[in-house]
């Protein structure tokens, strides 16, 4: 489920950049002819996802992004992470967020984490690689809001048949 603010527009916009985010419902129903995991959960329960703050992230905030870039010098097969404090993207009126990170492309969709722990992994979803301007070594990423929360509403609204498009 995508916001309709992204999937009307006709290009890559400034409008397009601030809800450049999408949500998945995955495993819905369990796997495959009822299948669990090694450890014995299902898809659908098991506590592997992360928590997301549709506000509260401020700039300055230290964040990490990660990312499978493609595009050299990288190959698309190994997790890169960056971190840094965020900033707003000028360019966008300060309705983006702004990390400097060299990531290129294949990144995008990466998340970028607030309060992660390098020891558990864990940590709060808070934006994801979108965008970066090719004379810029930063990468760019939507704020998320109550709009993003509901694009995350809708999308689990869709597993059961009620697809309401923000």
Known sequence: MAHSRFTSATGFT???ARYDYAFAVVGSGGKAGGQLD???TDADTAPDSMSVAYSGVKSGALMYAFGYPAAAPYAGNDLVYCSG???QDIF????TWSMACNMTGGASGGGWLAGFSEATGIGTLGSLNSYRYSFSNRMYGPK????TLAVF???NAATSG???VP
């Open 144 to 147: 998320f809001t109550t709009y």
């Open 85 to 87: 404090k965020i900033g």
């Open 153 to 155: 509403n809708a999308a």
């Open 162 to 164: 009620n697809i309401a």
């Open 14 to 16: 400034t409008t397009a």
């Open 38 to 40: 090694a450890d014995g």
């Open 92 to 95: 966008n009126a300060n309705q």
